[in-house]
């Protein structure tokens, strides 16, 4: 495509203002050609200045692309994430030509090509002056080939030992519960997006980096979410000294602290005085950038910073793999606030002087606990003061450290009083276990070579245990849930949508429960009233429709009148439908009596009694409604007069 622009003479509009009448141009002939045109410098008509004339020549045609497929980048320098057709590939494309320094840009734009072709083609259009006041517009194709290379970055993490800066996370504890919600957080903050590799350790995750400062920013993040401790150490790879420079490994290896939530704790002397003379021996609240611990005998709650923690370094006295089930069998209030019409909630208002130093989740309580391998067994119980006076009842499950039945030499050295047991939290022991709708994402990482030694085997047992216990955790403390993401299992919701489709409860409205006595009524009814020539058709009614009919039927049988004369009586029918419902207690006599015997010994004791017209017990009728008894009264008015006692609200 070419377009020609020429500017030869004086324009009319400027020869008006300037007193010069326009002149009119005549036709000459192509020089080439012959072909008639209007005049110009060239003496050539547009055809033949495009074919003698190239203006896009020293223009490259053709030129390649190098990409990153690992990463999905491509090579400017440097390598930059751009997407297809976009305007940041445009201009990449644009500065991989050559002479387009020389002419003018009109335009620029993408023609479609296959995606797996492996081509970029992109139409230009340019303009160039070709000969004095000619100017020529011309539009060509440039076709750029995408080439696979692999960047430095990926190479390198390919390549082993190519990384300058490693990060080494350790928790030297039995259980490694912060190490998971420390790689929780990372994931959820993308804390390791520059990490090259990250390897999984035995007592913790290694992560490996390009640059020095990159390692540093990932122990900056895990410093301010729990207390650490950081040795910095670095080996000389290789030197220059003509230039004098210098290469060098460095790592980082950060210690979390070996404490962790619910963990019982001995203090040393100064640190107990330190916060107020508290008692040595405390439990441990909350681990976070400050570590909170409670006084197992006044309940109250004191904060250690990280650097007053590892000047003195202290570990746990017992964990939670220690922990013993007790029940609780009485719980005893320090000050009864229902005397004064006060719920248990307004406790924390109303607290007094001594307790100021007390958390606001905090409510004081005494419990009288009993170890469950001995309940009913002995009488052996321990009275002991917990924290959890707002969700404990009596004869629910608690978890604490039984220290009378442990053999610890460090109590020796506490001088104050030890309780026998601390309580810890709240079990539940019949929950059952479901199949979690949630998951938890893991950072990708390379795992250990798994041997077949009955070590490591019992190891991975261990560890699946504990990644269990931290699941159950994350399902009762929201607070913990706060700080980490949560994902859908699609697995799990298949598999129970599936289910609930093999059963067919999705669009089936729930019947009503019916007793055993309530079908053996329906069948009585079919049985009677059943017309040999018309089936009966049942209908679907809800609960509520079954209800009011229910109701309407009891008041018409209750307002009915006795027939003059007839053959069988009603009121005889209605008492066998009802007996048929009815759990009969005959004493000593047989339970599988039959219904005909029942209602024949029945029938006899009323007449019996129409005869002495002295109470005596017919028979002890046990109802499962009250409504059975309404209807049973409703029928016996009419023809005796009867006494009902109750023995209780649900029985009678």
Request: proline share 3%; with cysteine.
């Given at each position: 495509e070419v377009k020609m622009e020429m500017e030869v003479g004086i324009p009319s509009a400027e020869g008006e203002k300037m007193g010069i009448a326009p002149q009119e141009t005549g036709m000459v002939l192509c020089c080439i050609c012959g072909v008639a045109m209007p005049p110009n410098p060239a003496s050539m008509c547009m055809?033949?200045?495009?074919?003698?004339?190239?203006?896009?020549?020293?223009?490259?045609?053709?030129?390649?692309?190098?990409?990153?497929?690992?990463?999905?980048?491509?090579?400017?320098?440097?390598?930059?994430?751009?997407?297809?057709?976009?305007?940041?590939?445009?201009?990449?494309?644009?500065?991989?030509?050559?002479?387009?320094?020389?002419?003018?840009?009109?335009?620029?734009?993408?023609?479609?090509?296959?995606?797996?072709?492996?081509?970029?083609?992109?139409?230009?259009?340019?303009?160039?002056?070709?000969?004095?006041?000619?100017?020529?517009?011309?539009?060509?194709?440039?076709?750029?080939?995408?080439?696979?290379?692999?960047?430095?970055?990926?190479?390198?993490?390919?390549?082993?030992?190519?990384?300058?800066?490693?990060?080494?996370?350790?928790?030297?504890?039995?259980?490694?519960?912060?190490?998971?919600?420390?790689?929780?957080?990372?994931?959820?903050?993308?804390?390791?997006?520059?990490?090259?590799?990250?390897?999984?350790?035995?007592?913790?995750?290694?992560?490996?980096?390009?640059?020095?400062?990159?390692?540093?920013?990932?122990?900056?993040?895990?410093?301010?979410?729990?207390?650490?401790?950081?040795?910095?150490?670095?080996?000389?790879?290789?030197?220059?000294?003509?230039?004098?420079?210098?290469?060098?490994?460095?790592?980082?290896?950060?210690?979390?602290?070996?404490?962790?939530?619910?963990?019982l704790i001995v203090l040393p002397k100064k640190v107990a005085k330190e916060l107020g003379g508290i008692n040595p021996m405390v439990l441990c609240m909350k681990v976070a950038n400050m570590i909170q611990l409670m006084d197992v005998m006044t309940l109250k709650i004191s904060s250690i910073d990280p650097a007053a923690y590892w000047k003195y370094g202290f570990k746990a006295l017992c964990s939670r793999n220690r922990l013993t089930q007790f029940i609780v069998v009485n719980i005893e209030y320090e000050e009864d606030y229902t005397k004064f019409g006060e719920s248990r909630l307004s406790k924390k208002s109303n607290r007094s002087s001594s307790d100021a130093g007390l958390s606001e989740k905090i409510s004081p309580v005494m419990l009288e606990l009993q170890r469950v391998r001995d309940y009913g067994e002995n009488s052996e119980t321990f009275f002991v003061k917990s924290h959890l006076g707002d969700i404990l009842n009596p004869l629910d499950y608690v978890l604490g450290y039984d220290i009378d039945s442990m053999a610890i030499g460090d109590l020796d050295d506490i001088k104050g009083e030890v309780p026998d047991v601390v309580v810890v939290r709240k079990f539940y022991p019949q929950r059952k276990k479901k199949r979690r709708i949630w998951r938890l994402k893991h950072i990708q990482k390379e795992k250990l070579k798994e041997t077949g030694n009955e070590k490591n085997k019992k190891m991975s047992d261990a560890d699946d245990k504990k990644y269990e216990e931290f699941l159950n955790e994350i399902e009762t403390d929201p607070e913990l849930r706060s700080q980490i993401n949560l994902y859908r299992d699609e697995e799990a919701i298949s598999q129970l949508t599936s289910q609930m489709e093999t059963l067919n409860v999705e669009n089936k409205p729930k019947e009503p429960e019916k007793h055993q006595g309530d079908l053996i009524k329906e069948e009585t009814k079919e049985q009677i009233f059943k017309e040999p020539n018309k089936p009966r058709k049942a209908k679907k009614l809800s609960r509520k429709q079954l209800k009011e009919k229910k109701k309407e039927e009891k008041r018409k049988q209750a307002t009915e009148k006795l027939p003059e004369s007839t053959d069988d009586d009603p009121y005889d029918i209605k008492l066998e439908e009802l007996l048929g419902d009815l759990k009969i207690d005959e004493g000593k006599e047989e339970e599988d009596t039959e219904n005909d015997t029942i209602i024949q010994e029945f029938m006899q004791r009323l007449q019996l009694q129409e005869e002495s017209k002295e109470p005596q017990i017919i028979k002890k009728c046990i109802f499962d409604s009250r409504e059975q008894v309404a209807y049973f009264r409703c029928l016996l008015r009419k023809t005796i007069t009867f006494i009902i006692t109750s023995n209780g609200r649900k029985s009678l």
């Open positions: 055809q033949c200045m495009a074919s003698k004339i190239d203006i896009t020549e020293g223009i490259t045609k053709q030129a390649s692309l190098h990409y990153c497929k690992n990463c999905d980048r491509y090579l400017r320098p440097p390598w930059v994430k751009v997407e297809l057709e976009s305007t940041q590939l445009l201009s990449l494309c644009l500065k991989k030509i050559k002479g387009l320094n020389r002419v003018k840009l009109i335009d620029a734009g993408f023609v479609w090509t296959e995606p797996h072709s492996k081509r970029i083609k992109i139409k230009l259009t340019i303009q160039k002056e070709a000969l004095t006041n000619i100017h020529l517009q011309q539009s060509f194709v440039v076709e750029f080939i995408v080439e696979y290379m692999q960047c430095v970055d990926c190479r390198k993490s390919f390549t082993p030992h190519t990384w300058i800066a490693a990060v080494q996370l350790r928790q030297k504890a039995e259980h490694r519960k912060n190490i998971m919600i420390l790689e929780q957080i990372i994931l959820k903050h993308n804390a390791h997006d520059k990490a090259l590799n990250v390897k999984e350790m035995h007592e913790g995750i290694d992560f490996y980096f390009q640059s020095r400062s990159h390692a540093l920013m990932l122990t900056e993040f895990i410093s301010g979410i729990i207390p650490t401790k950081v040795k910095p150490a670095k080996q000389l790879i290789s030197q220059d000294d003509r230039n004098n420079t210098y290469n060098y490994k460095y790592t980082f290896c950060v210690e979390v602290a070996p404490i962790s939530k619910e963990d």
